[in-house]
């Protein structure tokens, strides 16, 4: 059972817009959520991540919007750039009981920005 | 700093036979956790590490077992490999135990393919 979904699996952005990928959860009990980004050949590096007790995060280009009622959060990418082209992933962790600190991965989403 | 090393890179496998992969975890880190990364989708977590001990495990058989060594660094031994093992096999790394809150660090994975 997949514990986050993420959509689109694809997505193609020309330079200079805007990139947005959404995740959804189940489980209430999760506290806190990552994105990370994957170059090929490399592993995944944390980009932005958010706790529940706040609606929206900004890093730079990179902001996490949190709607803890609809249960989802999504990653938007400001002037995206052809750099930014790579596979982003979004997570969701537990901060207490036996599973804290594993990390449930969405499918993952394969950006693309043309320039 | 080298950040979260892995080796090999690459290995090839034939069905039956056994693998060790092996991870340095980055400096000052103290818990090590191993994913499994299927093409073209999220890393699964197999299991984590702490004090020389597992302290959590994913959905994945008896035949994926693990080792943390004095210094931190770990192993992933899988044996009576199947065709389904061959994927990106990640380790990422944390300071201070487990915690969801903790920025878990990968390494570039080694790309294990059974034959």
């Known amino acids: 059972q997949q514990q986050v979904k993420q959509s689109p699996q694809s997505l193609i952005v020309q330079k200079g817009g805007i990139s947005i990928i959404n995740c959804a959860y189940e489980n209430t009990a999760f506290d806190y959520f990552p994105w990370y980004q994957q170059f090929p050949g490399k592993g995944p590096a944390l980009l932005i991540a958010?706790?529940?007790?706040?609606s929206e995060k900004k890093e730079g280009r990179f902001t996490i919007s949190f709607n803890k009622s609809a249960k989802q959060f999504s990653l938007h990418i400001m002037d995206s750039q052809p750099g930014d082209s790579a596979t982003y992933f979004c997570a969701a962790s537990y901060a207490r009981g036996s599973t804290l600190g594993r990390l449930y991965f969405g499918r993952g989403t394969q950006l693309t920005v043309w320039p | 700093d080298a950040g979260v090393t892995q080796s090999p890179t690459h290995l090839i496998k034939t069905r039956g036979q056994q693998v060790t992969l092996r991870c340095s975890p980055k400096?000052?880190?103290?818990?090590v956790s191993w994913y499994q990364q299927a093409l073209g989708q999220g890393p699964q977590f197999i299991f984590q590490y702490y004090e020389e001990e597992e302290r959590q495990r994913g959905n994945f058989p008896d035949r994926f077992s693990g080792h943390q060594f004095p210094n931190y660094s770990s192993e992933l031994n899988v044996n009576a490999l199947l065709l389904g093992d061959s994927a990106l096999y990640l380790c990422?790394?944390?300071?201070?135990?487990?915690?969801?809150?903790?920025?878990?660090?990968f390494g570039p994975g080694t790309r294990l393919t059974v034959l």
């Open positions: 400096s000052g880190h103290d818990t």
């Open positions: 990422a790394s944390s300071r201070g135990g487990v915690s969801s809150y903790n920025e878990q660090f």
């Open positions: 958010i706790r529940p007790d706040v």
